[in-house]
């Protein structure tokens, strides 16, 4: 009897058929083949290098070197300032303010004149001003 039990507990191999063999050959040439792209990619993938050294044979002593577009401006205009290519967008802001300050000047100066009077001569004087935007821009385009 124990033999009986014996040759019922050993499990004969089942038979393998056409369609897991062919799985197996299909899972087999997939792992090959991202195998094979793992191999490209790292074959392809370049170095990045952190740091960079200078070429201190080529460098110029007084030189000016410009690393960004704001600087290479800066160094090709010169030292001169930005010129306000919209100077009438400030111009009430600064005629109140030159009011302000120059009224109370000229109403000592000329006490006895009208209010239109004493605008009419700060309206002289702002066109002569030189925190007049517009001659600002005029001393501006004189100086270059």
Known sequence: MERLAA???????QKVTRATIEERKEAELRLQKEEEARAKLAAEKIEVVDHLEENLNQVEEGAATARTVAEAIQVLGGDREEIDKHPEKRMRAAYLAFEEAQLPR?????PTYRLSQLK???????????????????MALSAV
């Not at 009419?120 to 005029?138: G, H, I, R, T």
């Open 7 to 13: 040759s019922k507990s050993t499990v004969q191999p």
């Open 106 to 110: 000229l109403k000592q100066e000329h």
């Open 120 to 138: 009419q001569l700060l309206k002289k004087e702002w066109l002569k001003s030189p925190e007049n935007p517009l001659n600002a821009k005029l």
